[in-house]
């Protein structure tokens, strides 16, 4: 049997707001991922995708419900327990260059995880090395700066950082749309080696529906904080049984026209 990284259950995401009615952002969802297997979450704009990413990575406290990673329940871990987590869960999100430190080389931010978890210095760079390699930069991209290198170089190293602790499950979170279409297209073809290499579990979150098909194996689709289809990529995306996904393949396709 094929072993569960994610057991997500009964998940439920309710935001207050002041003077105004709460927002439930995330409302029973259930799902799961196993190792080596890649799943694409879409859905439209506010439809919950972000917050369930956050909520797994657990870098906001779930409302009720149940998230197990690798058969241990983080539903409720906090403080040191939840820095550890980090250790199986990644992510990467969509800016690049805002989520490394400007003050500081890509090389000492994509070694960090390593440095914190006391791995000496020479180990960290020669394994920061390495890591850059397999995410097709330069060795020289190590001494330099976030804003020295372009959009795609420095998602390359955002992927090469959330691979230092080598993690079991990485969640994208829109980590090509901020980038043009050929480097989308990169970044999605690394993604796809570096996840079956690795037999990494991958949460790949994008509103993009031809992305997620030439990269997911399976598909959720996310509607006003449900997941309202799941299924294999190939049936969600080219039969669909519900009409909201058959709505956003259209408005895709759409795009793209207008795009190209
Ligand atoms: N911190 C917050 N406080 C209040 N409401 C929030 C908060 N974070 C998210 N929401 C609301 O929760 C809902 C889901 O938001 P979320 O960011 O998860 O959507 P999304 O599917 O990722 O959208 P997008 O495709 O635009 O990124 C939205 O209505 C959003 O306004
Ligand atoms: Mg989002």
Redesign the pocket.
Known sequence: MEQTVLRVSNLC?R?A?RGRAD?V??DDVSFDIAAGECVGLV????????????LVTRL?EPTSGRIVLNGKDVTNVRGAERRAMAKDVQMVFQSPVSSFDPRRTLGEGIGESLRNRGVSKADARSRVLELLDQCGLPAECADRYPREVSGGQCQRAAIARALAPDPALLIC??ATSALDVTVQAQIVALLRHIQRERGLALLF?C?DLALVQGLCDRVLV?RA?RIVEDGPARTVLLSPTHDYTRQLLAACSASRRSDG
């Open positions: 995401k935001f707001r927002v952002a995330v859905g439209g704009s506010g439809s919950g995708k972000s917050t369930v990413a956050r906001i979170d829109e979150v509103h996310m904080g």
